[in-house]
């Protein structure tokens, strides 16, 4: 069975950390680049951050753009999202997705989300 797993998820206070994991199952990552998205209630999904095959590219949202890192491990399937500096705006479902090319807009597997709240 193919699956995303998050983790990593929590309640944090303003200006914490958290550290977002993204695990696969059943496929091998290195072969998507991978995005990480967030939903907030009553917002539209969106993609924060991706990074290619390799690793050598990476892309972020202007509203993350230095406090979020995303980094790959291939040899442990795995994909991370650092998360410094959070804010309440932060606080949202944060889902990883593969995708072909982090050019593109088409997601190929959804993770389940997990839930991120910054609140003091």
């Known amino acids: 069975q193919l699956q995303l797993v998050e983790s990593g998820g929590g309640l944090v206070q303003p200006g914490g950390s958290l550290r977002l994991s993204c695990a696969a199952s059943?496929?091998?990552?290195?072969?998507?680049?991978i995005g990480w998205f967030r939903q907030a209630p009553g917002k539209e999904r969106e993609r924060v951050s991706c990074?290619?095959?390799?690793?050598?590219?990476?892309n972020y949202a202007d509203s993350v753009k230095g406090r979020f890192t995303i980094s790959r491990d291939n040899a442990k399937n795995t994909i991370y999202l650092q998360m410094n500096s959070l804010k309440a705006e932060d606080t949202a479902v944060y889902y990883c997705?593969?995708?072909?090319?982090?050019?593109?807009?088409?997601?190929?597997?959804w993770g389940q989300g997990t839930q991120v709240t910054v609140s003091s």
């Open positions: 997705a593969a995708q072909f090319q982090c050019e593109r807009v088409g997601v190929q597997y």
């Open positions: 059943g496929f091998t990552l290195d072969y998507y680049a």
């Open positions: 990074i290619s095959r390799s690793g050598g590219s990476t």
